[in-house]
């Protein structure tokens, strides 16, 4: 049995323990990255760009795609409003 796996968050490979969940891949990665998919102000999607959940089981070769979402909450509204 392998010591780590690899997957591949925005395309950057990055080693973690079998079993490990998307959140911790993420989060090997960047760690502010992990905190923003958390508080869902990033979307985090697989190969297919289908929205995965940060406790997905990952295997070796996924791919994970976090992009940070440009629309605010309504606590964040404008000045203007």
């Known amino acids: 049995m392998s010591a780590s796996i690899c997957v591949f968050v925005n395309a950057s490979p990055v080693e973690v323990p079998p079993g490990t969940d998307v959140r911790g891949a993420i989060r090997a990665h960047d760690p502010a990255l992990e905190r923003r998919a958390a508080d869902g102000t990033a979307l ?6 289908i929205e995965v959940s940060l406790e997905a089981p990952l295997a070796a070769g996924s ?3 976090v992009v940070v979402r440009a629309r605010r909450g309504a606590e964040d509204a404008d000045a203007d409003t």
Request: proline share 0%; hydrophobic share 45%.
């Open 63 to 65: 791919i994970l795609r």
């Open 44 to 49: 985090v999607t697989d190969a297919r760009g």
